[in-house]
């Protein structure tokens, strides 16, 4: 199979970089372009990019020259780890000359006509895409989305769930890692030895991407799942691995063990396509007291699996759990690489 | 005004060096006696005990020598910093020999005829006093308690709230810090870059404790709050201070003004009495968005006064918030020596 | 005793917030004016400021105006926590328009008219003022500098030693606090589970500082001592707090019991002269094998208290020992206070 | 080529688990035998070991039944993990019973007829072997050692050096990771926000062992470096990685240029034969300012090559620099593993 051409638009920020690491011997992609802000524009990727990931930057990418993020550049596809404060526009311009977009950034998600996809839950939202392309008069560009970090694995464990036991209310607190907040990000000084009780413009996300993603499609455009949720944000002085209290009220009531063999035995179209970047399985459900934990778990499923642990009963609502996804990979570059993989195999990208 | 000679129970452990440190200054009390398990008595303080604190150790106590857990030693009231293994037969030969036991520890917090106190909240509870020692055949002798680590602060953010507007249910996820597992306590491994979503037996004691505390007397015996809590419980690589995440239903909803300004203007008796402990203002209500935070507000009121911060509305409950108390002083030994203070204020103690 | 009226240079950034904190309930010292950058100027020091101590900003300088850094504002002492920018020629200024100078700045350390003062070790070195003044042609004013942050404590440790027995060679290496960086500092994501073996240029003042300290006095100008430094430099994930590894090689062989003794009986005049800031004694030498330890010794002596331990033979040279200081007390805002004392005390401020 | 069956003696402990971890895939070994302390042993290895790396425990240990640390279990190759408690005496009864022992151990490392092997500096210490079998009347059995944990990085920096210009001295700082004190190890409330400036019995081997491992054979013994070194070690917020603050005097002086393209030209009899875990290259030296640093160095070459950089003249000596090992890897459970494959590439092990 011959590799597919992408372009990495703002492949100098941190999501740039994991997408750069994630791709760079990726078997169905092949880096093309890399783009980013007017300052890098015209450098070698090595000399633009201050390179912060514990493995060595890729020697196909050194001397690659970035580029503008200007919609012609090489490439089909283009994977954008852009700022929100550009990538709406920018994202609109790849999508009008004719790119698959697979984005990460905030801006677009929620519109009525773009998936926000979580190929494990709701892979059928990308039949959206041609009713994007018309509203829009797009030929063969599109736009599709993947959650904000946290309500990638949030949605994880409520889908099946949801299916069969129909998700009522939510209460979710996390607990958030540094890496989340980009580089810089917090200042030692406010962490070490801290929590800070806030993550500006992340509840009001938290709180309402889970219902986009839950939801059904109906007569050309999305159903939202009619749950409730309610979010509160920490950080807490972990690297990687967003870490999730959250407690359910279902429609009917589940008994625990009924949710976590749900849970355990979930399988879904990128594992049964066989996706490179499936985890296998999607979720992994652990039966210790103290698990799961950043540390310990974030690389489970090559940093593609959500953990859930301490699954127990609740005294307000039904069940309570604890769960785990790695926050910079399946909370945002590995994600839109496996929506890309799903695009792929569907048929949407070539 | 003479000083009430006191002894230390356990006075080498963690809670009881807090005990040690905090009372070598005490205006009311003086330390008397020290006492600790077999292996440490006989030796001079100083050398029996492995000092933790981040001040030096007092001068008046290094060279008192240690002795072991019995009831025959000098002093009329007892600070328990004992472990619940055994903390609740050597408190009762202590109460039974005829002394002011102020125990920190788990052991009698729920028998029906001990005080579990928190002063600002529910001073009046020591009126069960007499009955415990009729009850008992005691004399001058009782037991008063001081709750949980995290009941503590949590009791004192719902106590003036559940006055007002009574309150139905509460969610509280909470990031404990590392001092209230006692030392050693956590492996560094275990919790630097981590989270750890688990504290044996905490969850239990949060989901109880408070309804005792929020409750009333009525003929001589407690009648318990009637609200519901779901109590989630985390680990964080923090020295000092708990942090609870708070949401909260009311019988009858208060706005968030409402709710700032109750807790803002609440003071009570301990406030009144000006015992030397107690915090002025007991609770200090903050307004920005990134706040409490464990390292800049634990040490607010001398660590006696708990922080609240992120009131808003919850879109499940009625409010939200984030509630901080430092957890071996406001949930611990100054606790315990608050109580006293009271306890002494009200002429039980002399 | 009227108070002497102050001003602090740069008061909203690390250093001037640490003057702000030590100089508000000063015995002898009166905030009357605070500056900063003209960002700032204009607007309530409460709001101009981000305060980051773990105290409350002082309710005396809440509503203090912020003013420019311009040598017109009341007080007759500068204390500068002016960033080295713009120190050089503020101070200069400032000087010239007859205030006494206290600078924690770099720029006029290795000036040869001006002291880098430690008042324990060289407290003669002020004596140069008259020459400064002449020099510069200032009447009232002049400028007197703390050395470095890692200096501080190394000069404490070397100065009565190199008066015993000559110090000849000196091998150091630091790990110093986040807080020495200012705020933000480095990102928690470069430095939580690392160490980072870089400072711009702290090796060279570490390497020349010491000698300018331990130097003499003679025909009115200053004689450096003659022994040579190496100094390698790292930053820890501790927020306050430098520890040295120090080696020195000494013109005559002391023993290791004799450097302990040395040390621990050291005072000086601060001390004699009770100088409010003096640390009593100036110096803890330490015998526990692991010790001194940042965050149980940096607030030795009210935080102003050099700690010493593991004094051993050295294999190369012939003592080696660990050496603590806090940072931003000892090293720098709290330094430069005890300067401003002892040149009280001596009769240049009033 | 069919794989050799190797027993690990102490497989429970943080080596041991290093070993299983490593050695679960290798190419030319096979795990055969687990053995542990009577109190592990008859369970199943899944059951008797609390699995602490972050990836999984590999299937096919999880079944293996653990035996006593006799020398009568399956494999001919033992890997020792074992404590220094009992490590003596075990390593010993293995090597008479026949077994080819590789030891991470400390207690035969400094005999006069066991190489201390770093398979880049001194493989022709092997060569001792038969030596070490005559004199102790053993047949095929022998036992081989790796160096400390800290004694690995400094030996690969040294080595080359050493050979062009004679190493005369060395001074060496070191800040060690948390994993070196294996599990518990420190409590996190003594190394949080802290560093601690001991390690009991560390500074005694880092002094020794490198001039026995740059030494040479001579008349079939070996003959020490005759070199001098002065080690003081820190403990410090790091999980894995020591990083050392160097100092080295030399017989002929090497510019600064010349030490860093040795240290970079170098490479050896591992990466020659191709040892499946021999880093390519050994040492990789670093220009930029603030490299290496433990996170983001530790796992250079598979987490077995060395890291240098900082590379500077000294003030005292004559070279300055920063060298960074992965102490679990590099320093412990790698370093005994690429010993084995030197033996075996050798015809020492069949």
């Known amino acids: ?139 063969t560009g599109f736009i599709v989305t993947n959650p904000n970090c946290v309500a990638v694995p949030m949605a994880m464990a409520l889908g099946p769930l949801h299916k069969r036991w129909g998700v009522e209310k939510v209460f979710v607190v996390t607990m958030q890692a540094l890496s989340g907040a980009g580089y810089p990000g917090h200042a030692a000084l406010d962490i070490i030895d801290n929590v800070i009780p806030f993550i500006g413009g992340e509840e009001p996300k938290v709180e309402v991407e889970s219902n986009k993603i839950l939801g059904t499609m109906a007569n050309n455009s999305f159903v939202h799942a009619d749950f409730r949720t309610s979010a509160m944000v920490n950080r807490v002085a972990v690297i990687d691995g967003h870490m999730l209290s959250l407690s359910i009220a279902f429609k009917q009531k589940p008994s625990v063990d009924e949710v976590k063999q749900t849970l355990r035995e979930f399988t879904s179209e990128p594992q049964q396509l066989q996706l490179p970047s499936a985890p296998i399985p999607p979720i992994v459900v652990r039966d210790e007291d103290n698990r799961p934990q950043p540390r310990l778990d974030r690389n489970t499923g090559n940093s593609m699996g959500v953990s859930i642990g301490r699954v127990r009963e609740c005294p307000l609502f039904d069940i309570k759990m604890t769960v785990l996804g790695h926050n910079t990979i399946r909370g945002a570059a590995g994600a839109a690489i496996l929506n890309a993989e799903l695009l792929k195999a569907k048929g949407y990208l070539d």
């Open 1 to 139: 199979m011959k590799k597919l051409k992408v372009v990495i638009l703002g492949a100098t920020g941190m999501v740039g970089q994991r997408f750069v690491q994630l791709l760079a011997e990726h078997p169905w992609f092949e880096i093309a372009s890399l783009t980013a802000s007017d300052r890098s524009a015209g450098k070698p990727y090595a000399e633009a990019c201050t390179w912060r990931q514990d493995t060595d930057m890729p020697e196909s990418v050194k001397s690659m020259i970035v580029q503008p993020s200007e919609p012609n550049v090489e490439g089909s596809v283009a994977f954008s780890g852009l700022d929100a404060g550009v990538a709406g526009e920018v994202e609109l311009a790849f999508a009008a000359a004719g790119y698959g977009v697979v984005s990460n950034a905030k801006n677009h998600r929620m519109a009525a006509d773009v998936p926000l996809l979580v190929p494990e839950i709701n892979p059928d939202h990308i039949d959206i895409i041609p009713i994007q392309q018309k509203n829009r008069g797009w030929n």
